[in-house]
T-cell receptor
Framework: DVKVTQSSRYLVKRTGEKVFLECVQDMDHENMFWYRQDPGLGLRLIYFSYDVKMKEKGDIPEGYSVSREKKERFSLILESASTNQTSMYLC?????????????FGEGSWLTVV | AQTVTQSQPEMSVQEAETVTLSCTYDTSESDYYLFWYKQPPSRQMILVIRQEAYKQQNATENRFSVNFQKAAKSFSLKISDSQLGDAAMYFCAYLNSGSARQLTFGSGTQLTVLP
């Protein structure tokens, strides 16, 4: 089974802290994504990556950056966390072969910024 | 840019009954994919069903089926013989067949199944 693992399920951070959210997939997928989920807004794409060291901005990249140094790992970075970044963050991955390939999701990381 | 609209924030259905969740989308593309994802309280996103835009036949997966109306840009999900385990948030999603392969999601419909 494909597994997308988000190492931290629940985090509480202080305003201004630097926050790292880590995501690892075990299926050699080329594509990886970070989404943010908020009530009434669905999932919104923050950043995505099609290959190692590649990144593309999604719909809401402001206040975030990403890193993809290895194919299996895609990190989301909040340089200076703010309270409006309190949310659930979902990582996902998919293979490059065909646009209809299934996208697999991790279990989510709940981030609270106080 | 593509948009996906789910106009029903909440729905409820009696166990064993049938319920239909609505979804409309906006795109200028002719080739794309549509999905319904289920998110139970565990928050794990689970793919329920997928539809290729070039296929006229509506997709079905056991008790789940879709009504895909390409001209109307409508993609509804029908759940037959509803079960308690179907209670979840349901998201409609769009995927372009082009180079940008990220999913665009609707805002979700919270489905309650009443015993």
């Amino acid at each position: 089974d494909v597994k997308v693992t988000q190492s931290s399920r629940y985090l509480v951070k202080r305003t201004g802290e630097k926050v790292f959210l880590e995501c690892v997939q075990d299926m050699d997928h080329e594509n990886m994504f970070w989404y943010r989920q908020d009530p009434g807004l669905g999932l919104r794409l923050i950043y995505f990556s099609y290959d190692v060291k590649m990144k593309e901005k999604g719909d809401i990249p402001e206040g975030y950056s990403v890193s993809r140094e290895k194919k299996e790992r895609f990190s989301l970075i909040l340089e200076s966390a703010s309270t409006n970044q309190t949310s659930m963050y979902l990582c996902a991955s998919s293979s490059q072969g065909g646009a209809g390939n299934t996208i697999y999701f991790g279990e989510g990381s709940w981030l609270t910024v106080v | 840019a593509q948009t996906v609209t789910q106009s029903q924030p909440e729905m409820s259905v009696q166990e064993a009954e049938t319920v239909t969740l609505s979804c409309t989308y906006d795109t200028s593309e002719s080739d794309y994919y549509l999905f319904w994802y289920k998110q139970p309280p565990s928050r794990q996103m689970i793919l329920v069903i997928r539809q290729e835009a070039y296929k006229q036949q509506n997709a079905t997966e056991n008790r789940f089926s879709v009504n895909f109306q390409k001209a109307a840009k409508s993609f509804s999900l029908k759940i037959s013989d509803s079960q308690l385990g179907d209670a979840a948030m349901y998201f409609c999603a769009y995927l372009n067949s082009g180079s940008a392969r990220q999913l665009t999601f609707g805002s979700g419909t919270q489905l309650t199944v009443l015993p």
